[in-house]
């Protein structure tokens, strides 16, 4: 009977410790709300380099314990616009914008800073950045003279074509340091410019016209990988490909195995890993109320035949 009893008793402390544990731990969504919310809005997620970006400042995010929301648009303005005033009403509390377009992207921007959401610009400035509290980029316009440099050392001149995105301005200052460095020498002249908005299936029909408009063209300096991936399959369609110099930006892992294999002349490498790392880490500056730079540029590095190794070629840094 005593047995029984201890039994019992023991039972009963047994029960009411986890009753107690059931009463005071929170299997309600609840648990959660202690999380913060923070928000990505790419131009486009139909592009490795912003997977890239966005699965960096997801790792940080989720190794503070907190959410990240991404949105795609898919390179539409009004799209773009309506994810972020959907971000604003889900309560995030931070929003990294890569923008569609860098001039029509400010009523969205208003809309946050009426909201008091601070907005960390990444890839690609805006138009207005009092509207922004940070831009981390890459120096876009140091990547297209870095291409421009290379085709001066390797080319004694040609008739260049250019394949380019005007809504983005990372695109406007890659194009324009490529033009003010190509400038410098009388003997090159871009005799054809097309919009492509960095697609490679925008880019491909593009560059088919082009060569069939100008034969001539015997360099393509692409505003990043995935057009001159484009102008490339092109060439290749066109029986072009053995005699036209191909220049882009990004140094993703596809382009860098072209150009080991002699099929692309050079690129000049972004690290999209560095730029959600450090876009992610002062977006926690900011939150903490911490003061951080108003703008960060990467420094980009041109890879070419010249300095590429079989070694380089599955990593994008």
């Known amino acids: 009977m005593r047995k029984i009893f201890l039994t019992v008793t023991i039972g009963i402390i047994l029960l009411s410790a986890g009753f107690h544990h059931f009463m005071t731990t929170d299997y309600s969504l609840r648990q959660n709300e202690h999380r913060r919310k923070l928000g990505a809005v790419y131009m486009t997620l139909n592009n490795p380099f912003y997977e890239v970006i966005d699965e960096e400042i997801r790792t940080v995010v989720e190794n ?9 648009p898919a ?22 914008i890569n923008p569609v377009d860098w001039t029509k992207i400010e009523p969205a921007l208003e809309l946050t800073h009426a909201a008091k959401i601070p907005v960390i610009a990444i890839d690609t400035n805006v138009e207005d950045d009092s509207l922004v509290v940070c831009t981390v980029v890459s120096d876009n316009y140091s990547a297209g003279v870095q291409c421009a440099e290379h085709l001066l050392k390797n080319s004694s001149g040609g008739k260049i074509a250019v394949l380019k ?7 406007i200052d890659r194009i324009r ?15 054809a410019e097309a919009e492509c908005l960095g697609q490679l299936e925008i880019a491909m029909p593009v560059m088919e016209e082009i060569i069939r408009v100008h034969p001539e063209v015997n360099i393509v300096m692409a505003l990043n990988d995935p057009a001159a991936m484009g102008a490339l399959a092109a060439l290749q369609n066109e029986h072009r490909s053995g005699n036209v110099l191909v220049y882009g930006v990004d140094g993703v892992p596809e382009t860098k195995e072209m150009i080991f294999s002699r099929r692309m002349t050079a690129t000049a490498g972004q690290s999209p890993r560095q730029i959600g790392k450090i876009a992610a880490d002062r977006a926690y500056k900011i939150l903490a109320g911490e003061p951080v730079e108003k703008i960060i540029k990467l420094p980009t590095k041109l890879l070419s035949a ?12």
């Not at 503070?64 to 795609?72: P, Y």
């Not at 889900?90 to 990294?96: K, N, S, T």
């Not at 340091?177 to 005799?191: C, L, S």
């Open 306 to 317: 010249e300095n590429i190794s079989a070694a380089d070629l599955e990593s994008w840094d």
């Open 177 to 191: 340091g490529f033009r003010d460095k190509i400038a410098e020498n009388e003997n090159f002249k871009i005799v």
């Open 165 to 171: 995105h005007s809504q983005a301005r990372s695109s």
């Open 64 to 72: 503070h314990g907190d959410i990240l929301i991404s949105r795609d």
């Open 75 to 96: 390179l539409s303005v009004e799209r773009q616009v309506e994810e972020i005033r959907d971000m604003i009403n889900l309560g995030v509390e931070l929003i990294f």
